[in-house]
């Protein structure tokens, strides 16, 4: 049952694509273009954040554990 369901869900993508292509016309190249340039866009900077944080809280834990107690 999964396999039909995964079947269906695949070919509604295809025809969704197919769509887009005949709607895109000559203009399908640019707006592949855009469509991945964007993508990257947003992967490359939601990286770039993950990073900074990761780097932010490692340096905090650093100061919490190198700082003096009081007794």
Sequence with gaps: MTNIIRILALAG???L???LAVVAGDFGP???AWLV???MIVLISTAGA???ET???SRDM???QSA???I
């Design 37 to 39: 340039g964007t993508t």
């Design 13 to 15: 993508v295809l025809a």
């Design 50 to 52: 993950v990073l900074f």
């Design 17 to 19: 694509a197919l769509m």
């Design 62 to 64: 650093i100061d919490e």
């Design 55 to 57: 780097q932010h809280a």
């Design 30 to 32: 640019w707006y592949f």
């Design 68 to 70: 003096p107690t009081e």
